[in-house]
């Protein structure tokens, strides 16, 4: 009775991409109708969540306190994937100099997208702060919908990280 589930690896681009589109098409088809239910779901979405906000006030006023909250404790590598990956862009776009051991600022400019990629696909595979487990690459008798990455996705993720731990004293302008 066992069955074996054959899963396949979809590319992340793909993925972002197919949920793009399918977003497009429903904008496309509905109209203005489109966006009067949206603010119809986000309105009773505030609504519903309003003890959730007032946590979130909590959590930022800890955050200017202390530096980190308590949500933040709940999956730490998400939070510091979503800050390091917002500062590397910000550092990308806003660097003056490289280290010393790059030939010119192109070759430190690809290293920091490795990097940049690394965290992005991990914040990816998490989903969000609150689901603190993911599936790197295809692992057979995966479920379907898990977001598999192939074996060259791995290999990149994992040397963007390890470019990270190299570099750690070079982030910075």
Not at 14 to 32: S, T
Not at 53 to 73: E, M, N, P
Not at 92 to 108: I, T
Request: proline fraction near 3%.
């Amino acid at each position: 009775m066992n069955k074996k589930h054959k899963s396949k690896a979809r590319p992340i681009d793909d993925l972002f991409k197919e949920i793009q589109k399918k977003d497009d098409k429903r904008k496309e088809a509905w109209g203005i109708f489109y966006w009067m239910y949206e603010a119809f779901w986000w309105s009773r979405w505030f609504i519903l969540n309003l003890p959730y906000h007032l946590k979130f006030i909590k959590w930022s006023y800890q955050r200017v306190v202390r530096g980190w909250s308590d949500k933040d404790t709940w999956c730490y590598s998400y939070y510091l994937a979503d800050i390091i990956e917002g500062g590397m862009e910000h550092l990308l776009k806003h660097q003056h100099r490289y280290p010393p051991e790059f030939v010119n600022s192109l070759q430190w400019e690809e290293v920091q997208r490795e990097i940049i990629y690394s965290f992005k696909v991990h914040k990816m595979l998490m989903g969000s702060d609150d689901n603190c487990s993911y599936l790197l690459y295809n692992i057979e008798g995966a479920p379907e919908g898990f977001v598999m990455l192939t074996k060259e996705q791995t290999d990149k993720y994992y040397r963007g990280l390890n470019l990270f731990v190299l570099h750690f004293m070079d982030l910075g302008d």
